[in-house]
């Protein structure tokens, strides 16, 4: 079996593409805010959290209305963002899915009225304006961090070549330790 080339400088390790590295942080950040949502003294008002809805009076940082689902969609949202990070794709696919998805989100909090049952994350104007922010800023990363695909196709989670063997065909080991070498 061929190991990838480590020209990270670290031993063990295969270099992350930057879009990788920005969906691993996104992600990351992602986990925080949903852990930080149920802090006492982080959220104000989350001895009283609602499950969903506008009347959940919980506020992340004095701000952001959030609810215990809210909270939930963030630490899955995080999640994904830490497991798709394992791909170059995957990592680019979460950018900017996940950008348009939160854009979306912006346009409906814009709409929605929030006294009705139908605003059930909750949203308030500050969770619209950060949707939007993260919206933008997250497909702007995996778009322009994504342009360029790694210089050699590798598998997604055990980071060897796929794109072909490499070493000559006298450095690959035959079937047996002393076997002939295999010609490829």
Not at 1 to 8: A, V
Not at 49 to 75: D, K, R, T, W, Y
Not at 161 to 170: I, N, P, V, Y
Request: no cysteine; hydrophobic share 45%; charged share 15%.
């Amino acid at each position: 079996m061929t190991h990838p080339r480590n020209t990270s400088g670290t031993t063990g390790r295969t270099s992350r593409h930057p879009v990788q590295i920005a969906a691993l942080a996104v992600g990351v950040v992602f986990l925080l805010v949903g852990v930080l949502g149920f802090v006492p003294g982080v959220t104000e008002n989350a001895g009283d959290i609602e499950l969903s809805g506008h009347e959940s009076p919980a506020l992340l940082l004095g701000i952001f209305q959030v609810s215990i689902l809210h909270n939930v969609v963030h630490l899955l949202f995080g999640i994904a963002g830490v497991a798709l990070a394992r791909s170059f794709s995957g990592s680019r696919g979460y950018l900017v899915g996940g950008g348009v998805v939160y854009l979306l989100l912006w346009v409906y909090g814009l709409v929605v009225d929030k006294e009705s049952a139908a605003n059930f994350v909750p949203l308030n104007a500050a969770d619209d304006w950060l949707h939007l922010a993260l919206g933008l800023g997250m497909v702007a990363l995996g778009l322009i961090l994504g342009r360029r695909a790694p210089a050699r196709a590798t598998d997604d989670h055990t980071g060897t070549h796929t794109a072909g063997r490499t070493g000559s065909a006298a450095e690959r080991p035959g079937p047996g330790a002393d076997g002939p070498p295999v010609r490829g």
